[in-house]
């Protein structure tokens, strides 16, 4: 028997295909999506019909998703990536109406592979996409009609079967079926596990970029600290690590840096080079695109006066970013060098996330009268990152890590504490979750600041940034001198509860095992948080925690929960 080449498997695969599409008539299309149920976008509800659940999805979470192709103005392969951009990436309802139709995902190949398999909806065409003469006329005639029903579900099965080709490349199924028949001793060894390429691709997307930016706290804060601090800038060498779009480059220079070295990893180095070049200012700013473990600066400079970066994540140490701060800071920083932001501070406190409970998990406990909480018993096993009110938390904050960045070490980052946190509560209250977030701070010494520093807590109208940028043509307000020595100047924000929402927003655990307490009750625990052992730019986070009911009392049993931060 001859052997066929991948190409003309591939083909009779798509022909094959084509050819069964063909016999099919009206009624057996109609037949087999009647068959099958759909799925909703946004739950696991699945109904006998596309209508169903698009009506279903429609008042359940209030998209409508025939609408919102139609204005986004999306062609039959857009409609598919959105479809499973939603489901692969759980994306809310109420998020989508931020698409413009400009954004990646539209021309992304990754979203034209099927996120749920037999997917109905990626099958059925919208309405806004038939023959406009089909939709004007009234088909008083039911020849025209069904001339009109089968000139769609010929187009329909246009659609399919040149989307079904599409897959087949993206997946290179000719490859795949060779190697699943090809003995196992001539299989590739298996590549080694990268974390960093899914981490970078990510920052090379406009989005995450517009969301960090607009970030009033974080790039107010960070503009505020370079642009009032000319004695420290001035003349300087910086080095941006992680620098994105080049925004704290471009402070830099503004602030009076005489050189900075902007350096990334992602796509998005590129696009930096281009805002440098479209400001005037690339006699100052050399962009690198690298990773700072490996690259090298320019031959004249041996080594910078600062390090600028915003490596916070969730949790503060998700993404791992701040190793690669470190590595900069003792490949490059030079003796007495300051890095920016200084200092960082963990808190832990106790808090009631009641509404955050009720959306992620008591959800589940009555859906259209059936119990299906099934589905939230490994949501406990998540930490959950969300914003939450100064309301919901009914303890003083303690500090579980107090990160000094020009000493601290990345094995120093893997790190266990014990804390005690006494109840504020005023009444006899469930605690259901620790709440996580963290203060930063900024200092030209890169000395730590004293243990009594209030950190800044940004409000809803407070205007922080009127001395960065005067409106109007004003000079920005001149402040009196201070008759005594200068005292080093700090700079900070809040991502808590108490200050306006960050995009970091706060780290939520819930407990399987809510706690009572009573005003003055002591909850005595132990935070422990490590690196991910299956990806490093995770976190693996263990809390073991008791009540006491007041100092006199004797500690109640020891109770242990773990959470994944990703």
Known sequence: MPHKSDDDLENNQSSSSEEDDEDQTWDDWVSDSEIRSCQSLFDSTRLPSVEAI?????????????????????????????????????IPARDLSKLDGTEGIFQSDEYLIPAVQDDLLLQVQSDDWSDTDDENATFSDPKRKIQAL??????????????????????????LVEAVTTND???????????????????????????MIQDKVRTSTYAHFILTNPALFRDAIVLD???GTGILSLFAARGGAKRVIAVDASDIADKAAKIVKANGLENVITVIRGKVEEITLPEDIKHVDIIVSEWMGYALLYESMLDSVLRARDRFLRPGGVVAPSQCKMMLALCDATEIYKDRIGFWDDVYGFDLSTMASDLYDEAIVDVVGPDTVFSAPYTIKDILINSITTRQLDFSTSFKLISTVQRRT?????????????TTTGDAVSPNTMVKVINDGDVVLAEVWPVGGKPPPQRRKSLGPEKDKITS??????????HWKQTIFLLRQPMTVTEGAIVHGTFYCRKSETNSRE???????????????????????????R
């Open 54 to 90: 698009l009506a279903y999805d429609k008042e359940n979470h209030g998209f409508d998703l025939n609408e919102a192709c139609s204005k986004l103005s999306l062609d039959f392969h857009g409609r598919i990536r959105l479809i499973n951009y939603i489901r692969k990436n759980n």
């Open 150 to 175: 089968e000139r769609q579900l010929k187009a329909a099965k246009e659609d399919l079967a040149e989307y079904r080709r599409m897959v087949s490349a993206k997946l290179d199924i000719s490859n």
């Open 185 to 211: 001793t001539n299989k590739p060894a298996v590549p080694e596990r990268d974390d960093d390429s899914h981490y970078f691709q990510s920052y090379g997307e406009h989005d995450i970029h517009a969301v």
């Open 241 to 243: 690590v992680g620098c």
């Open 430 to 442: 469930k605690i259901n979750s620790f709440i996580l977030y963290f203060d930063t701070f900024f």
């Open 493 to 502: 924000f809040s991502t808590g509860p108490k200050s306006i929402p960050t």
């Open 539 to 565: 976190l693996d986070v263990e809390i073991h925690y008791s009540v006491q009911d007041d100092a006199d009392a004797i500690r109640g049993d020891t109770t242990i929960q773990m959470y994944k931060v």
